[in-house]
C-alpha cells in the first residue's frame, strides 16, 4: 500500500484555525497542549484570504520518511532535465502514491507536506466538527475517497500545517502499521521543520459497501480511527478530532456526548453554505470533484471499444518495429509522432466541449482515431520524443494537450496498460505547469502505480510535494526548444560535395607564410585562386566524412 501525496499550497491552510469543544482525546503530561478557542473569523466580503505559501523547506517523500536533502531547480540548466535523476539535487526516489489496491504489501509509506508560518492576513476559523469535516475536500482540492486523512495543527491558535493522505487497507492485519507510519510520517516531517505539530485532526472518508449504511462504516472503522490515536498519543500529539464520513453524514469518534454526535450521524452542511466555502470562492478555490471521478477520468476504456483499440495497437506495433529498423528509422518516428501530435493539438484547440467532464472526455475520444492514438501512443514510449512533446505545457497549446494525454490514457487499454505512463506523466507535468496540483498528483498517482521506477513521474511528484516552482523547468524547455529551431534553420553542408574554397586575394598584404617563396609556381603548382586541388592539404582539412568541420 502506498500514499497519495496531498496540495501544499492552499489557501485554507494559510491562517485557517481549528477549535473543537468537546474532544476527549487523552493528552500526555509532556505533549504540547491542544489549541485554544480563536475569536470569530472576520466575514468572507471583508477580509481576503492570504494566499497559498510555498514551503519554505522542502519534505521528503521517501519510503522510510527519511530526512530529505536540499531541493535545487536550477540544476536543470540542460536539455536532458526531463529525464536526468539530478533535475532535483539531492533527492531520494519519492514514493509510489498509489492507492489501497496494493495494500498487500507488507511495508507502507506516507508522505507528509508542512508549511511554513502564515501570512498576517485573512483568518478562516473552524469550531465544531460539522465545519471541520466541510473543510476537507478544500484542504486536499478534492474529495478523498476510500482515505485515512491525517491533519496537523500548530500553535496554540491550531494552525493548519502539513497534511497526510493514504488509502484505507483492506486488510485489517495492516491498519496497526499503517497507523504508526501515518503517524511518524507527518510528526517528524514537523520536528525536521522546527515545527512541531500541537495536535493532529484524523478524518476516515469511505462510503457504504452493498448493504451497508454510514453507521456501519463508521463502527468498521473505529478499530482504525482508536490505533490512529494510540499511535500519536504514543509521539506525544494529541489527536484533537477524529472524524468518520460517510453517506453524506459524519460521526466523531471523540466525543461521547450524543446530544451532540447523535449515534445515526450528523449530515454534513450544505455545499456552498459554509464558512470555508465562502472564503474559497473569493480566493478562487476549485474542488475538482471527488478522487473516484478525477482517476476515472485517466482509466483505460473497456469494452468493445477497448477490443478495437488494442487491435490497432497491435497493427501499429507490427509497423513500428521495421520502420526503427531502417537506417535513421527512430529519427523519422520520432519526427512522425511529434507532426501527428501538433496536429492532434490544433485540431483539439479547435473544438473544445462543453458539458460535463463526462461528455467532455467523450468528446475528446471522438476527435481522434484508433489508428492516430495508437500511434502517438507508442511513439511516446521513447524518451527524446516524449521530453519534445512536454514542450506544450503553457499558453493556448496546454489545454488541447491535456486533453490529448487524457484521451491517449484512457486508449490504452488491454495489454497495453502500462503504456499510458507517458501521456499520464505528460498529463501530470501540464497540470503542475498551469498551476492544478491535485490534478496532476492524481495523474502521477497512476501512473506510478503503473510504473513506481519511471524518472520522469519520479521528478515530478517529489518536486510537486516539495512545493518547487516548475517555471525553472519551463524555462528549460523553452530554451531546448528554441535551440533545436534554430538548428532547423541552417542548411547542413552535403557530406558528398566536394569543399568549396573561398577566393583569396592574389596579392596578400602583410608578411609572407614561411615557405611560400620555394613554391613552384605553374598550372601544376600554383597557389592563386582556385588552382588548389583536393589532395594533400585541402584533404587534411575536410571531416572523416568529407565535410568541412
Known amino acids: 500500500m502506498n500514499p497519495h501525496s496531498e496540495p501544499s499550497k492552499r489557501p485554507g491552510d494559510t491562517n485557517s484555525a481549528a477549535t473543537s469543544s468537546h474532544s476527549s482525546a487523552p493528552t500526555p503530561s509532556n505533549s504540547p497542549r491542544p489549541p485554544k478557542p480563536a475569536p470569530p473569523a472576520k466575514p468572507p466580503n471583508t477580509t481576503r484570504p492570504s494566499r497559498p505559501i510555498a514551503p519554505s523547506d522542502p519534505t521528503d517523500p521517501t519510503r522510510a520518511a527519511e530526512p530529505p536533502g536540499p531541493a535545487d531547480p536550477a540544476h536543470t540548466t540542460g536539455p536532458s532535465a526531463l529525464s536526468n535523476p539530478a533535475y532535483i539535487a539531492g533527492s531520494a526516489s519519492p514514493s509510489d502514491p498509489s492507492h489501497s489496491s496494493d495494500s498487500t504489501h507488507s511495508s507502507h509509506s506516507a508522505s507528509a507536506d508542512e508549511d511554513p508560518a502564515p501570512s ?73 521543520r522546527d515545527d512541531r505539530p500541537a495536535a493532529i485532526i484524523v478524518y476516515l472518508c469511505q462510503e457504504p459497501a452493498a448493504g451497508e449504511s454510514g453507521k456501519d462504516v463508521k463502527n468498521r472503522l473505529r478499530p482504525l480511527a482508536q490505533r490512529l490515536r494510540t499511535a500519536c498519543g504514543a509521539l506525544d500529539v494529541p489527536v484533537l478530532e477524529a472524524l468518520c464520513l460517510s453517506n453524506g453524514r459524519f460521526w466523531s469518534y471523540c466525543c461521547p456526548d450524543f446530544r451532540c454526535c447523535p449515534a445515526e450521524g450528523t449530515p454534513m452542511v450544505m455545499p456552498g453554505t459554509s464558512v470555508m466555502a465562502a472564503a474559497a470562492a473569493y480566493a478562487g478555490m476549485q474542488v475538482r470533484g471527488s478522487l473516484k471521478e478525477m482517476e476515472a477520468r485517466l482509466r483505460p476504456r473497456t469494452g468493445p471499444r477497448a477490443a478495437e483499440q488494442e487491435k490497432a495497437l497491435d497493427t501499429a506495433a507490427g509497423a513500428l518495429v521495421p520502420h526503427m529498423l531502417r537506417r535513421d528509422g527512430a529519427a523519422a518516428v520520432r519526427r512522425d509522432t511529434l507532426e501527428l501530435a501538433g496536429a492532434m493539438i490544433h485540431r483539439f484547440r479547435l473544438d ?16 481522434i482515431t484508433d489508428s492516430e492514438a495508437a500511434t502517438l501512443i507508442l511513439g511516446l514510449q521513447d524518451r527524446v520524443t516524449r521530453d519534445r512533446a512536454a514542450e506544450w505545457m503553457d499558453g493556448p497549446a496546454a489545454a488541447p494537450a491535456l486533453r490529448l494525454w487524457r484521451a491517449l490514457a484512457r486508449r490504452c487499454a488491454g495489454g497495453y496498460a502500462e503504456h499510458a505512463v507517458a501521456p499520464l ?108 586541388t583536393t589532395d594533400g592539404r585541402g584533404r587534411r582539412r575536410a571531416g572523416r566524412d568529407g565535410s568541412r568541420r
Open 352 to 367: 473544445t466541449p462543453s458539458g460535463s467532464n463526462r461528455a467532455r472526455d467523450a468528446c475528446d475520444d471522438a476527435l
Open 120 to 192: 498576517a492576513d485573512a483568518q478562516v476559523t473552524l469550531r465544531s466538527p460539522a465545519e471541520l469535516a466541510d473543510a476537507l475536500p478544500y484542504f486536499l482540492g478534492f474529495y478523498p475517497d476510500d482515505s485515512v486523512v491525517m491533519v496537523a495543527l500548530h500553535g496554540e491558535r491550531g494552525r493548519f500545517g502539513g497534511r497526510v493522505r493514504l488509502g484505507i487497507p483492506t486488510d485489517t492485519a495492516q491498519w496497526p502499521d499503517v497507523a504508526d507510519q501515518l503517524a511518524d510520517c507527518l510528526i517528524s516531517a514537523g520536528q525536521e
Open 425 to 532: 506523466t505528460l498529463a501530470g507535468w501540464v497540470c503542475w505547469s498551469t498551476e492544478d496540483g491535485p490534478s496532476a498528483r492524481v495523474a502521477l498517482s497512476c501512473a506510478l502505480a503503473l510504473d513506481p521506477d519511471y524518472t520522469f513521474a519520479q521528478l515530478l511528484h517529489r518536486a510537486i510535494n516539495e512545493g518547487l516552482d516548475p517555471e525553472p523547468l519551463r524555462r528549460c524547455l523553452r530554451e531546448q526548444h528554441q535551440e533545436e529551431a534554430a538548428a532547423a534553420t541552417e542548411v547542413p553542408t552535403s557530406s558528398t560535395a566536394p569543399a568549396k574554397e573561398t577566393p583569396r586575394p592574389t596579392k596578400r598584404s602583410g608578411p609572407t607564410r614561411s615557405g611560400s617563396a620555394g613554391r613552384p609556381r605553374g598550372p601544376r603548382g600554383a597557389t592563386g585562386p582556385g588552382s588548389r
